[in-house]
């Protein structure tokens, strides 16, 4: 069935330190690829999605490039900050017979330090 | 400018008891889910409806009941609770057509002791 994998967390790094989240995927057909975003205490809200192959998502200083090849989404910022401490979850949507099913990885928790 | 309306934010149950999560969405989607969040599990799915008066199983449905009642609300019905519900529940709505993506409400808080 369709899944999806993410690096284990929690990953700990200093400001304006370079971010990489590895994310890759199983699933048949095409799927589109997301990024979401938790801060503490609220719900996930989109950070940035791509729906084909060799699609970049971009938001916030952040970029994932969708890569059917070797089946990967991983997110890169180049310069983190403390704002950016969350939860980033890797998802994937792909058309059913009749609904979108929406995937998730298991999450990775990011701390950034001053 | 709702989006994903969730009730209550917090709730303390005690073992054996009932109560119903309500869940509204005022996008116009078509297919709603349920999900649970757990320490170091990330959300599992628990039901999803991809249309109104349709809703399936998903990953983890044992102990709860869903409803569809109309194309706006989807609520999910814990008939006897117990501790292994004790999560921070969050529903969310998606587009029909194409590959989209989800939008969630704000998460509700239950304890169960």
């Known amino acids: 069935g369709d899944s999806v994998t993410q690096m284990e967390g929690p990953v700990t790094l200093s400001e304006e330190a370079f971010l990489t989240i590895n994310c890759t995927y199983t699933?048949?057909?095409?799927?589109?690829l997301f990024w979401y975003v938790q801060y503490p205490g609220e719900g996930l809200q989109l950070l940035l999605k791509a729906t084909k192959a060799d699609d970049k998502g971009s938001n916030k200083g952040f970029e994932a490039t969708y890569r059917k090849e070797t089946t990967s989404f991983h997110l890169e910022k180049g310069s983190v900050q403390v704002s950016d401490s969350a939860v980033y979850f890797c998802a994937l949507s792909r058309r059913g017979t009749s609904y979108d099913k929406v995937i998730f990885g298991p999450g990775t928790s990011l701390s950034v330090i001053p | 400018n709702a989006g994903v309306t969730q009730t209550p934010k917090f709730q303390v149950l005690k073992t054996g008891q009932s109560m119903t999560l309500q869940c509204a969405q005022d996008?116009?989607?078509?297919?709603m889910y349920w999900y649970r969040q757990d320490p170091g599990m990330g959300l599992r799915l628990i039901y999803y409806s991809a249309s109104e008066g349709t809703t399936d199983k998903g990953e983890v449905p044992n102990g709860y009941n869903v409803s569809r009642l109309n194309k706006r609300e989807f609520s999910l019905r814990l008939e006897s609770a117990a501790p292994s519900q004790t999560s921070v529940y969050f529903c969310?709505?998606?587009?029909?057509?194409?590959?989209?993506?989800?939008?969630f409400g704000q998460g509700t808080r239950l304890t169960v002791v």
């Open positions: 996008m116009n989607h078509n297919s």
């Open positions: 699933a048949t057909g095409y799927p589109s």
């Open positions: 969310a709505s998606s587009y029909r057509e194409g590959n989209t993506e989800a939008f």
